[in-house]
């Protein structure tokens, strides 16, 4: 078994989880329930971790992973010329809407 990553939380170590085991890695969460002793423990220690079972899964597993912690920033153009960056889908300065993809 190897280590992938350690999450900030649990909600976010099941959703890098199941994104993973819906890729066909054999991925795991461990430690799921030891933020509860957080005080008693170094916190550092009870953060939830993404396990693989399969070593030779770790290069793509990791690339998978890194495409899910960085999702790409859209940006577009508005009609008014205004740049609009993120996830807005109205302008900020004329109130426009996001022009549709075909």
């Known amino acids: 078994m190897l280590r992938l990553a350690r999450a900030p939380n649990i909600a976010i170590a099941s959703l ?4 993973l085991q819906q ?3 054999s991925a795991s969460v461990q430690r799921y329930f030891l933020g509860s002793v957080a ?3 170094p916190p550092d220690q009870c953060q939830p971790e993404v396990w693989l079972a399969h070593d030779d ?3 793509r597993a ?4 890194h495409s899910l912690q960085n ?3 859209r940006h577009w153009v ?3 010329g205004e740049t609009v960056e993120g996830g807005f889908e109205q302008c900020w300065q004329c109130g426009g ?3 549709v993809l075909p």
């Open 16 to 19: 890098w989880a199941d994104a």
């Open 23 to 25: 890729a066909g890695f």
């Open 39 to 41: 005080g008693e423990l």
């Open 57 to 59: 899964e770790k290069p």
């Open 62 to 65: 990791e690339a998978l992973l």
């Open 71 to 73: 999702p790409p920033q």
């Open 78 to 80: 508005c009609s008014c």
């Open 97 to 99: 809407d996001m022009p």
